[in-house]
């Protein structure tokens, strides 16, 4: 591991998240695991969100306060496909709230094993579920 003093926003383990080294990395990953893909389906279908980075598809996960323990089990189960350390935090930026956390959230590095998903369910760019998954021809 480099050493990581003023590395900024965009590193991991002192490596850059563009670099060789992650992008070596992210090579061993052909297929997400069945059990992953399954709670994907079952997070987009409520309100996890799928987006494409150039070519490649990413999920983001978010929960409210309320449901930590949730959004931290999803982290657990994702850890090996983002490069976060732990779910980012979101403060309320006013009410009586103000300053008190108001959800976490991760997001998957983008990665062809998440194009799958994609294709699933955004047809002409809406969140949809793709008819032809659901009837097979």
């Not at 060789?20 to 709670?39: G, T």
């Not at 996960?61 to 323990?69: L, N, P, S, T």
Request: charged share 25%; aromatic share 20%.
């Amino acid at each position: 591991m480099k050493n990581q003093t003023n590395m900024g926003p965009n590193y991991k383990d002192g490596y850059h998240l563009n670099s060789f080294y992650w992008q070596n990395y992210k090579k061993q990953f052909i297929n997400l695991p069945s059990n992953l893909f399954d709670i994907s389906i079952g997070c987009i279908l409520g309100d996890a969100c799928i987006y494409r980075v150039s070519k490649d598809g990413k999920l983001k996960f978010e929960q409210g306060y309320i449901h930590k323990d949730y959004l931290f089990s999803l982290f657990e189960l994702f850890k090996l496909y983002t490069f976060q350390n732990e779910p980012y935090l979101r403060y309320e930026l006013k009410g009586d709230r103000k300053d008190i956390v108001k959800s976490y959230s991760f997001r998957t590095y983008t990665h062809p094993i998440f194009n799958s998903l994609w294709d699933l369910f955004i047809v002409d760019g809406k969140k949809l579920l793709n008819q032809v998954w659901l009837y097979p021809i």
